[in-house]
C-alpha cells in the first residue's frame, strides 16, 4: 500500500525559508511521477512543483518558479520542496502527490492525475 508522509510545514516570516519533506513507502518511487500542490482556504487546489523523472525534468508554477525547488532524496522515495522568500500569498496546505506514470508536462500539473497523496502539512507565512 502506497503511503506518503510529509513534514516540514510551519510558521514563518515573510521573507524566509522552509524545507517540506515527502517521505514515499509501498513501491519502488523511481520512475514515479512526483509533485507538490498546495491549497489554501476557500480556494481550489493548485499546482506548485513536479519532478517528472528524477531531478532531470522539472517544472513550477510561475508564482513559485525562482523561489521553491523540488527535488529527490537519494533513494527516490523521498521528495523535497526547499522553499525561499517566502510571501504571505504562500500561506497554504501542501500536499505531496505521487503518480506511477511518467506525466507529461500538462497532466502534471493536474491534482486529478495523481493516484496517491499525502494528508498535507500547513505552512503559514506572516507578513
Known amino acids: 500500500q502506497v503511503q506518503l508522509v510529509e513534514s516540514g510545514g510551519g510558521l514563518v516570516q515573510a521573507g524566509g525559508s522552509l524545507r517540506l519533506s515527502c517521505e514515499a513507502s509501498?513501491?519502488?518511487?523511481?520512475?514515479?511521477?512526483m509533485g507538490w500542490f498546495r491549497q489554501a482556504p476557500g480556494k481550489e487546489r493548485e499546482f506548485v512543483a513536479t519532478?517528472?523523472?528524477?531531478?532531470?525534468?522539472?517544472y513550477y508554477a510561475d508564482s513559485v518558479k525562482g523561489r521553491f525547488t523540488i527535488s529527490r532524496g537519494n533513494a527516490k522515495n523521498t521528495v523535497y520542496l526547499q522553499m525561499n522568500s517566502l510571501k504571505p500569498e504562500d500561506t497554504a496546505v501542501y500536499y505531496c502527490?505521487?503518480?506511477?506514470?511518467?506525466?507529461?508536462?500538462?497532466?502534471?500539473?493536474?491534482?486529478?492525475?495523481?493516484?496517491?497523496w499525502g494528508q498535507g502539512t500547513q505552512v503559514t507565512v506572516s507578513s
Open positions: 509501498g513501491r519502488t518511487f523511481r520512475s514515479y511521477t
Open positions: 502527490a505521487a503518480d506511477p506514470r511518467v506525466l507529461g508536462t500538462v497532466a502534471a500539473g493536474l491534482p486529478d492525475q495523481y493516484d496517491y
Open positions: 519532478n517528472l523523472w528524477g531531478d532531470v525534468n522539472t
